[in-house]
């Protein structure tokens, strides 16, 4: 809700403008009586221009799961509005300049709003580039994460259990601090290793071998804690 009532905010802000606009635009077109088309053609305009910069408000634009999303792509799309506001001031410099007919202002102002939705193409492959980088991102981090709460978790436990003698929480302790500052990487080995030791985590502190009354040896703790080591040392040559 939180989200959303900012977004409200904006949309009745950006009615409130259009309203105003057009409510001029009529209060003005009655005053005026030997340029109508002139003006009503510059009104339309203006309020093209209005909803083209001030739109992009009653969304939200931070919306980066949405391939495609223009708004995303920000600075390509306002580059777009600005080009669009200076080649619509030209078209209505030479419709009251030079008095130019309207069929020509329209096929101007058709050109220059084509221009605008060429930015708006490129404003959308922008905002799958900034999409497709945060996704691989995501997924060179996610599993990453997972095993660094593991063995924080798994810290915890070790040094609550009796089985557990003071080499093997410090060999725990060493490997939960060393996680903490090891390099995301996207490729298969990297993923492979982090897959394996995020096993092993998961097997020693849901399987119940820090419990007390668990059947498994010290030693095969320390056997997991050894191989959860080794691991780790081939993952943090890996970049």
């Not at 009745?12 to 403008?17: A, C, E, K, R, V």
């Not at 309203?19 to 209060?27: K, Q, V």
């Amino acid at each position: 809700m939180k989200q959303q009532k900012p977004v409200f905010v904006r949309t009745i802000l950006f009615f409130i403008g259009l309203f105003i606009l057009l409510l001029s635009a009529c209060l003005i077109h009655f005053q005026v009586t030997a340029f109508n088309w002139r003006m009503t053609f510059a009104y339309i305009s203006l309020c093209v221009i209005y909803i083209l910069f001030f739109l992009p408000g009653c969304f939200a634009l931070r919306d980066d799961r949405k391939s495609g999303n223009i708004f995303i792509g920000g600075a390509v799309y306002f580059k777009g509005c600005v080009v669009y506001t200076i080649l619509s001031a030209i078209v209505a410099g030479c419709i009251f300049g030079l008095l130019i007919p309207f069929a020509i202002a329209f096929s101007l102002q058709m050109a220059a709003f084509f221009i605008f939705l060429i930015y708006c193409y490129l404003s959308g492959v922008a905002s799958d580039k900034v999409l497709g980088v945060k996704l691989q991102e995501e997924a060179k981090t996610s599993q990453l994460k997972a095993l660094q709460a593991g063995t924080a978790s798994m810290l915890i436990r070790v040094n609550q259990s009796a089985k557990c003698d003071e080499e093997m929480k410090k060999s725990v302790r060493k490997l939960s601090e060393d996680l903490r500052y090891l390099s995301p990487s996207n490729t298969s080995r990297c993923a492979e290793l982090e897959g394996c030791m995020l096993d092993i985590v998961n097997t020693v502190c849901r399987a119940g071998y820090l419990d007390e009354k668990s059947l498994a040896s010290q030693d095969e703790l320390k056997k997991m804690i050894d191989e959860l080591t080794m691991l780790y040392e081939q993952r943090k040559l890996m970049y």
